[in-house]
């Protein structure tokens, strides 16, 4: 089992930027991906951004492209998403999940058996 805990949520104005976090525990040799994804209320989970832990790749989502950055630092074996420009549109939960996957997957939350509770970002406008 791989235990992953989300922080760093919380309010801020559009424009203004947050850097989640997303500390991961348990047997987390067994995966080889992070992804960061977000649910906003009455709406369906989406995928936000993902790194393969040890090539660097990563993806975005066209909605956050060029505003957001997933970084790894394989010592802390810690994600982090850098949100810079935010939008009152980003307001969701969003959450950290972990897998062993492959680039072809590793953007699809289906990939992904390990999931964190969540984290609240709030952009108000």
């Known amino acids: 089992q791989v235990q992953l805990v989300e922080s760093g949520g919380g309010l801020v104005q559009a424009g203004g930027s947050l850097r989640l976090s997303c500390a991961a525990s348990?047997?987390?040799?067994?995966?080889?991906?992070r992804g960061w994804f977000r649910q906003a209320p009455g709406k369906e989970r989406e995928f936000v951004a993902a790194?393969?832990?040890?090539?660097?790749?990563?993806a975005y989502a066209d909605s956050v492209k060029g505003r957001v950055t997933i970084s790894r630092d394989n010592a802390e074996n810690t994600v982090y998403l850098q949100m810079n420009s935010l939008k009152p549109e980003d307001t969701a939960v969003y959450y950290c999940?972990?897998?062993?996957?492959?680039?072809?997957?590793?953007?699809?939350?289906?990939?992904?058996?390990?999931w964190g509770q969540g984290t609240q970002v709030t952009v108000s406008s």
């Open positions: 999940a972990a897998a062993l996957t492959n680039s072809y997957r590793f953007t699809l939350s289906g990939s992904y058996p390990y």
């Open positions: 348990g047997r987390t040799s067994s995966t080889n991906a």
């Open positions: 790194i393969l832990w040890n090539s660097g790749n990563t």
